[in-house]
Every structure is written in C-alpha cells, then in structure tokens.
C-alpha cells in the first residue's frame, strides 16, 4: 500500500450487495455480516486490513449497530489471529490499532466493551456539547474525549484527520463505517482507496425505506462525480473482493 510521507493514507473498506445496499437497516439485520452472508472470506480481508490499519475510524452509528465489536483483526477472524499479529510485526507495529469513534452529539455508552476491555486505546471525536454529554459518564482510562468547536453536529472529515494524526503517528487510516461518515471524507477527497466486496445478494428496495448505499447524504454526480481506477480483482466462491484507487484523481 503506497504511503506518502506528508498525508496520511485513508482507506475504506465495505461490503455491498448486487443492487448497492451496505446496511438492510433492520433491527437484527443492519451489520454488514447479513450482507456479505457471514461469508468468511470477507472477514478475512476485513482482518487483513485491520492488521495493518495503524487507525480504525468508525461513526456511532456503526458502533450502535455492532455494541459488542472491538475493533480489530483478530476479533473479525479469529481462525487467523497469530498470522495477523506476525503480519502486524513485519510492518513495525507493536500495538492494536487506535480505534476512533466520531459522533457529534456525543450519545454515546462508555460502558460498551470497545472502552471497557482494555483490547484498544479509544479516541472519541466529538463536539463540545456532545464532550459534556460524554463526561457525564465515568471515562475509561484508554479512552481520550477531544472536543471540537463546530456550528453544527456535523465534524468535517479533515478535522477529524487532524485530531488522529495529532493522536497517532501511524499513516494508515482504515473507515469502516458508516455510509454518511464515508461520505464526509469523499466530499473532502481524502479517500485514497476503496476496498469493496461485492456479495452475490439482490436485497431489494421498498419506496422509502432506509437500507443505506456506500455513500449517504452527498451527491456527485453528474456535477462533480468521482470515478476511481480499479487497481485489483480477487475471486472468493461467489464474492467479488474489489480494491479501487482515487488517489489520483484527487490530485488532477
């Protein structure tokens, strides 16, 4: 994975369905597991990633979803944990990856295991009403709260860049979630590449449901639409493993 010595690489990894639905949005059934069918292959590509992820960024929403997750390779794919630490170690990293979680209102449960089990050290990114919310709740010690001053709930993406890279050293920045997150760094092209794993599912629309698409309240095209460069295709029994670059088209 190339990496620049002056910016950080972000990478996103999902996985959608044939007709382009990430999340069925059910209760029960909103993780991305019901879309890739619990196929293990995609959770050993979602491992990979996390192994060599020095920063995973997640949105509360998806951390709502998924109340019991840690953040990290081997809580995905657990079959592969020795090689992902040995993977880890080739690439000098000697600890589990920063998880982040960003939520502007700050509703979030400090008792979930993320913070609680010691596995990982825990940034919230938040505002400043949503940081008094949070301190309201007894505060973890790997947990850090940093507050940032914003007209509305909304954090831009590349403060939230900022406030990691003053947390972290590390360069690879991993978004796993969600679509609307996601959205926030493509608006502000800081997406370099798009890992995407297309699973063999027509899930189906009802008019006005709310199953989510990769990317969630911005619009690209036909104004300003961005097209990437398809870098790598990998077969798993009937899933498509997709890796996209858009480095490129964000420095023309």
């Excluded at 909103?30 to 590509?45: K, Y």
């Excluded at 995407?196 to 989510?212: E, F, K, M, W, Y």
């Excluded at 097209?227 to 798993?236: A, E, H, K, M, P």
Aim: hydrophobic share 40%.
């Amino acid at each position: 994975m190339p990496l620049s010595h002056s910016h950080p690489h972000v990478f996103s990894n999902f996985v959608t369905t044939l007709d382009g639905v990430v999340s069925l949005n059910t209760k029960g059934h909103a993780s991305g597991l019901d879309i890739s069918g619990f196929s293990a292959q995609d959770r050993m590509v979602m491992g990979l990633l996390r192994a060599i992820a020095d920063v995973i960024i997640v949105g509360s929403g998806t951390l709502s979803t998924n109340r019991r997750s840690v953040w990290t390779a081997e809580t995905i794919f657990p079959e592969l944990a020795d090689e992902y630490q040995q993977l880890s170690k080739m690439q000098g990293k000697h600890e589990t990856p920063l998880n982040v979680i960003v939520s502007g209102s700050g509703k979030i449960d400090l008792s979930l295991p993320l913070f609680t089990s010691g596995k990982v050290s825990t940034l919230v990114v938040t505002t400043t009403a949503g940081a008094k919310r949070l301190l309201r709740q007894s505060v973890p010690d790997s947990v850090e709260i940093r507050p940032i001053r914003c007209r509305t709930s909304t954090i831009p993406a590349s403060v939230i860049l900022d406030e990691v890279c003053r947390v972290s050293p590390g360069k690879l920045i991993l978004i796993e979630g969600g679509p609307r997150l996601l959205g926030d760094f493509y608006v502000e092209r800081l997406v370099d590449e798009q890992f995407l794993t297309l699973a063999p599912q027509i899930a189906g629309r009802d008019a006005g449901d709310r199953r989510l698409s990769l990317v969630m309240e911005k619009v690209f095209a036909p104004c300003d639409a961005l097209w990437g460069n398809l870098v790598d295709v990998r077969r798993g029994s009937s899933h498509l493993f997709l890796r996209y670059s858009f480095s490129e088209h964000q420095e023309t």
